[in-house]
């Protein structure tokens, strides 16, 4: 029997050899997982790694913390001051009482003379951040809503470190980075310190030293437990502070009192006392900015794009404005003085030589509830150099509203026209229509150049021209400009967009909000002169073309053209060349006068609110004439000349085309090359009348009673018009025709009179008698042609009842005249007419 140790060994052998198999297939998948694993967590470093570098890009420095509220030296307790151009004229400071001396500093130690009261801190920390004294500067609570910050050391970073850049996941990410940094390297009670020091408690009061004066009259470490609880709950919301809200002031108080003795902080007696208190709270000591309020309030809204309104009022800035401080002083004088009249008032009682400047306001008209505000910018560089907010009753507010544009914004239908083939030459008819549209004046006024209708303001011709347009094509062409047809329009934009046809088609100023317009700010620098934002050089947009630009710059500034609703010598004329264009309301509520000349722009605007009250273009262009005269006073009485691709043309009023003997008034006209008209004028036409009987003349009509006249030819859909304006139209009627009598040695036998004719027609007649020289045959369309063609040449043989002439009437039809023209030797000529019909 064989052994059976070979057979156990070689089981053996295939069961190890499995059991090293399965344990090698085992170690690949775990080393296999592994890789994987590390493969995962290394992308994961590397994704988290980029994503941490890209939410720390640029991250700010935590230095800018003790260099902004260092108690020395810091940027932040200089209040922030607003300047004119020159960086002189001071006007305004972002103080409680508009002084613009620095803030004061004072210190948690007790050691020092003056220091922070404890139940202030106390009172501000369970308001704002309850956990302070715990978490490490920064609450995961709130990541969701950008908005949010939740910590006292979080809101210092927003504020004053992240107060540029937008709402974010991102920026709630680097806040919270920050905020522990700047926990771990100055410690809690530095940074109370610093929030103490710069918090807002309203009023442009930042600082408790600066809210304790400016609302109790005492300094900080005086304040008493009910006083410091009104100011932790102030610092909250600035907004419902004693001066502005004091019985919310008060409550709100109460209640930080409240919370303080839950927590232990204050004691059961200090409770009491404080409840029982009614702090006495010190009168406004606010003043508005002491020179161009309006125009101060446009730079806060025009910053507020790059810099909050709340980072600029915190301090450690100056900004220099575009404002030029002694023009600003005179058109604000002006305005009042304009607006005081407008009123019937007395005038203000102040130094301004340019009021002289004012012409008279239209007599015995004035109105009570009435407004008035005005602009002056230099469109060559987009700078706003004066802005009168609305002055009511010759006073000045702070105010620059929107107002209706009215028809200040009908030039951009014009110019849509113009980008389409049409010039300030193209015929428009001022009639009625069937939609119910009236001028501003009531009446009608006929033909027209554009030209006219674009000075005169008349809004027949300007709503039929919008609807050939396309409204859709207009509010193209006016958005291109920043203007939007549907809304209310700014003087800063309308300034702007007026300004483009001065500068040659060119738009100059600055994206802010994603619209392109004016600026009021050339710079803005920190306190240490560090330059935070700089708009001295402006941007530049084309908007149109020179030649489109000058076409209408032409129109606006033609003085002439402006005569027919306006009168010689209005106040639109300055002794200069000046575009200006009209605007007001159906219901005269508002009415502008925005006007350029090469080197500035006027806009300003009147408001009347009275029942009853209704204000024209007349009343706003007083003010326009006083403040261009004292702009352009040093400035020489430039024009603009044209560039290529305008041309210049004598045509027929008001038709626009060439010239004929018949036009009564020629005119010089501008085109775009390629616009220039080609055909005659066809809107003036002489005809031939009987002055006795006042119908047509006709070939029969004896020649000593036809007057040769000239009439205007009015379409159908204007007959009413004519009619009604007492216009001369042709006479549509001709003379009563009556047979000749029959002339022996010049006459026409055939064709008989008002005989039926075609193809070949042989005229058959006399020519002959005594002394004849010669005869000729001609032929005219109508009953009294004004164009004859003559039948072969002059014929020098008698005729004697034979043939005169062979007329080939293929291809003609309707009514001619045939004349027969025999001259004599001594140029005596007797003539026989007929009229046929050909067929």
Same mark, same amino acid.
């Given at each position: 029997?064989?052994?059976?140790?070979?057979?156990?060994?070689?089981?053996?052998?295939?069961?190890?050899?499995?059991?090293?198999?399965?344990?090698?297939?085992?170690? *690949?998948?775990?080393?296999?997982?592994?890789?994987?694993?590390?493969?995962?967590?290394?992308?994961?470093?590397?994704?988290?790694?980029?994503?941490?570098?890209?939410? #720390?890009?640029?991250?700010?420095?935590?230095?800018?913390?003790?260099?902004?509220?260092?108690?020395?030296?810091?940027?932040?307790?200089?209040?922030?001051?607003?300047?004119?151009?020159?960086?002189?004229? $001071?006007?305004?400071?972002?103080?409680?009482?508009?002084?613009?001396?620095?803030?004061?500093?004072?210190?948690?130690?007790?050691?020092?003379?003056?220091?922070?009261?404890?139940?202030?801190?106390?009172?501000?920390?369970?308001?704002?951040?309850?956990?302070?004294?715990?978490?490490?500067?920064?609450?995961?609570?709130?990541?969701?809503?950008?908005?949010?910050?939740?910590?006292?050391?979080?809101?210092?970073?927003?504020?004053?470190?992240?107060?540029?850049?937008?709402?974010?996941?991102?920026?709630?990410?680097?806040?919270?980075?920050?905020?522990?940094?700047?926990?771990?390297?100055?410690?809690?009670?530095?940074?109370?310190?610093?929030? $103490?020091?710069?918090?807002?408690?309203?009023?442009?009061?930042?600082?408790?030293?600066?809210?304790?004066?400016?609302?109790?009259?005492?300094?900080?470490?005086?304040?008493?437990?009910?006083?410091?609880?009104?100011?932790?709950?102030?610092?909250?919301?600035?907004?419902?502070?004693?001066?502005?809200?004091?019985?919310?002031?008060?409550?709100?108080?109460?209640?930080?009192?409240?919370?303080?003795?839950?927590?232990?902080?204050?004691?059961?007696?200090?409770?009491?006392?404080?409840? @029982?208190?009614?702090?006495?709270?010190?009168?406004?000591?606010?003043?508005?900015?002491?020179?161009?309020?309006?125009?101060?309030?446009?730079?806060?809204?025009?910053?507020?794009?790059?810099?909050?309104?709340?980072?600029?009022?915190?301090?450690?800035?100056?900004?220099?404005?575009?404002?030029?401080?002694?023009?600003?002083?005179?058109?604000?004088?002006?305005?009042?003085?304009?607006?005081?009249?407008?009123?019937?008032?007395?005038?203000?009682?102040?130094?301004?030589?340019?009021?002289?400047?004012?012409?008279?306001?239209?007599?015995?008209?004035?109105?009570?509830?009435?407004?008035?505000?005005?602009?002056?910018?230099?469109?060559?560089?987009?700078?706003?150099?004066?802005?009168?907010?609305?002055?009511?009753?010759?006073?000045?507010?702070?105010?620059?509203?929107?107002?209706?544009?009215?028809?200040?914004?009908?030039?951009?239908?014009?110019?849509?026209?113009?980008?389409?083939?049409?010039?300030?030459?193209?015929?428009?008819?001022?009639?009625?229509?069937?939609?119910?549209?009236?001028?501003?004046?009531?009446?009608?006024?006929?033909?027209?150049?554009?030209?006219?209708?674009?000075?005169?303001?008349?809004?027949?011709?300007?709503? #039929?021209?919008?609807?050939?347009?396309?409204?859709?094509?207009?509010?193209?062409?006016?958005?291109?400009?920043?203007?939007?047809?549907?809304?209310?329009?700014?003087?800063?934009?309308?300034?702007?967009?007026?300004?483009?046809?001065?500068?040659?088609?060119?738009?100059?100023?600055?994206?802010?909000?994603?619209?392109?317009?004016?600026?009021?700010?050339?710079?803005?620098?920190?306190?240490?002169?560090?330059?935070?934002?700089?708009?001295?050089?402006?941007?530049?947009?084309?908007?149109?073309?020179?030649?489109?630009?000058?076409?209408?710059?032409?129109?606006?500034?033609?003085?002439?053209?402006?005569?027919?609703?306006?009168?010689?010598?209005?106040?639109?004329?300055?002794?200069?060349? @000046?575009?200006?264009?009209?605007?007001?309301?159906?219901?005269?509520?508002?009415?502008?006068?925005?006007?350029?000349?090469?080197?500035?722009?006027?806009?300003?605007?009147?408001?009347?609110?009275?029942?009853?009250?209704?204000?024209?273009?007349?009343?706003?262009?007083?003010?326009?004439?006083?403040?261009?005269? #004292?702009?352009?006073?040093? #400035?020489?009485?430039?024009?603009?000349?044209?560039?290529?691709?305008?041309?210049?043309?004598?045509?027929?009023?008001?038709?626009?085309?060439?010239?004929?003997?018949?036009?009564?008034?020629?005119?010089?006209?501008?085109?775009?090359?390629?616009?220039?008209?080609?055909?005659?004028?066809?809107?003036?036409?002489?005809?031939?009348?009987?002055?006795?009987?006042?119908?047509?003349?006709?070939?029969?009509?004896?020649?000593?009673?036809?007057?040769?006249?000239?009439?205007?030819?009015?379409?159908?859909?204007?007959?009413?018009?004519?009619?009604?304006?007492?216009?001369?139209?042709?006479?549509?009627?001709?003379?009563?025709?009556?047979?000749?009598?029959?002339?022996?040695?010049?006459?026409?036998?055939?064709?008989?009179?008002?005989?039926?004719?075609?193809?070949?027609?042989?005229?058959? *007649?006399?020519?002959?008698?005594?002394?004849?020289?010669?005869?000729?045959?001609?032929?005219?369309?109508?009953?009294?042609?004004?164009?004859?063609?003559?039948?072969?040449?002059?014929?020098?043989?008698?005729?004697?009842?034979?043939?005169?002439?062979?007329?080939?009437?293929?291809?003609?039809?309707?009514?001619?005249?045939?004349?027969?023209?025999?001259?004599?030797?001594?140029?005596?000529?007797?003539?026989?007419?007929?009229?046929?019909?050909?067929?």
């Amino acid at each position: 029997m064989p052994s059976t140790l070979p057979i156990l060994r070689a089981r053996r052998e295939r069961r190890l050899e499995k059991q090293n198999k399965r344990s090698a297939q085992e170690r *690949g998948f775990v080393i296999s997982v592994g890789i994987v694993i590390s493969l995962l967590l290394a992308g994961v470093i590397v994704i988290g790694a980029f994503a941490y570098a890209d939410v #720390t890009r640029e991250l700010p420095s935590i230095e800018i913390l003790p260099r902004l509220l260092n108690p020395s030296d810091g940027l932040l307790f200089q209040p922030t001051r607003i300047y004119d151009r020159t960086g002189l004229q $001071l006007l305004a400071s972002f103080a409680p009482d508009d002084a613009p001396r620095a803030r004061s500093y004072i210190f948690i130690d007790e050691q020092k003379p003056r220091h922070i009261p404890e139940n202030l801190i106390n009172a501000v920390i369970v308001v704002a951040d309850p956990q302070f004294r715990d978490h490490s500067g920064y609450a995961i609570q709130g990541f969701d809503d950008p908005e949010l910050h939740p910590t006292i050391v979080q809101k210092l970073v927003s504020s004053l470190m992240l107060y540029n850049e937008p709402p974010s996941w991102q920026r709630a990410i680097r806040e919270r980075l920050l905020a522990a940094q700047i926990t771990s390297q100055f410690g809690r009670t530095q940074i109370i310190e610093w929030y $103490l020091n710069s918090a807002n408690f309203g009023n442009h009061a930042y600082g408790v030293e600066a809210a304790a004066q400016f609302y109790f009259n005492k300094s900080a470490d005086q304040l008493t437990l009910a006083e410091s609880a009104i100011l932790a709950a102030v610092s909250e919301t600035p907004a419902l502070n004693p001066l502005d809200a004091s019985q919310v002031a008060f409550q709100r108080g109460r209640e930080v009192i409240y919370i303080l003795n839950g927590l232990g902080l204050v004691s059961n007696e200090a409770t009491v006392q404080a409840l @029982a208190e009614t702090p006495t709270i010190q009168p406004s000591l606010l003043t508005p900015p002491r020179v161009a309020p309006a125009f101060v309030n446009t730079v806060l809204a025009q910053l507020g794009s790059q810099i909050p309104r709340e980072r600029i009022e915190r301090g450690g800035m100056t900004i220099i404005t575009t404002l030029d401080y002694d023009l600003q002083k005179q058109a604000a004088c002006v305005t009042e003085v304009y607006a005081a009249r407008m009123a019937g008032l007395p005038e203000p009682e102040k130094e301004c030589d340019s009021a002289r400047l004012l012409p008279s306001l239209p007599p015995a008209v004035t109105f009570a509830d009435s407004s008035a505000s005005a602009l002056i910018l230099d469109p060559h560089t987009g700078q706003v150099l004066a802005m009168v907010g609305e002055t009511n009753q010759g006073v000045e507010t702070p105010l620059v509203s929107a107002h209706r544009p009215g028809s200040s914004l009908d030039a951009f239908v014009y110019l849509t026209g113009f980008t389409r083939g049409l010039s300030p030459g193209s015929l428009t008819w001022d009639i009625p229509t069937g939609e119910i549209i009236q001028n501003f004046d009531g009446e009608y006024h006929g033909p027209m150049r554009l030209r006219i209708a674009l000075a005169n303001d008349y809004q027949v011709p300007v709503e #039929t021209l919008k609807t050939q347009m396309g409204i859709e094509n207009v509010t193209k062409i006016a958005s291109s400009f920043g203007l939007d047809l549907n809304a209310s329009v700014s003087m800063l934009k309308l300034a702007g967009a007026y300004g483009v046809f001065g500068t040659q088609g060119v738009y100059f100023g600055r994206a802010l909000n994603d619209e392109f317009m004016p600026v009021t700010t050339l710079r803005v620098e920190s306190v240490d002169q560090a330059v935070m934002l700089d708009w001295s050089l402006p941007q530049a947009q084309t908007v149109v073309t020179p030649a489109m630009a000058y076409l209408m710059a032409n129109v606006l500034s033609d003085e002439t053209a402006r005569w027919e609703s306006l009168g010689r010598s209005n106040a639109l004329e300055i002794g200069r060349p @000046a575009g200006v264009k009209l605007g007001q309301t159906t219901d005269g509520g508002d009415a502008w006068v925005v006007g350029f000349t090469p080197a500035y722009v006027v806009v300003t605007w009147t408001g009347a609110r009275g029942e009853g009250d209704s204000v024209t273009p007349r009343f706003p262009a007083v003010l326009w004439h006083a403040l261009m005269q #004292t702009i352009s006073a040093d #400035t020489p009485a430039d024009g603009w000349s044209a560039p290529p691709g305008v041309t210049a043309m004598t045509v027929c009023d008001p038709s626009g085309m060439l010239p004929t003997r018949e036009c009564p008034n020629l005119v010089t006209e501008v085109f775009l090359n390629g616009s220039e008209p080609t055909q005659a004028d066809n809107l003036y036409r002489e005809f031939s009348v009987n002055r006795e009987t006042g119908l047509l003349a006709t070939v029969f009509t004896a020649p000593e009673l036809i007057d040769t006249r000239v009439y205007l030819l009015v379409p159908e859909n204007a007959q009413d018009w004519a009619l009604s304006a007492g216009l001369d139209v042709p006479p549509s009627s001709y003379d009563a025709i009556q047979s000749p009598p029959v002339n022996a040695v010049a006459n026409i036998t055939s064709p008989q009179l008002f005989a039926d004719v075609n193809g070949i027609v042989q005229v058959i *007649g006399t020519a002959s008698g005594v002394d004849f020289a010669y005869y000729r045959v001609q032929v005219g369309k109508g009953l009294n042609p004004q164009e004859w063609i003559q039948l072969g040449g002059d014929v020098i043989t008698p005729v004697e009842r034979g043939l005169l002439a062979e007329w080939n009437t293929k291809g003609l039809s309707g009514l001619y005249a045939v004349q027969l023209l025999v001259v004599r030797q001594d140029q005596v000529v007797d003539t026989a007419v007929i009229q046929v019909t050909i067929k």
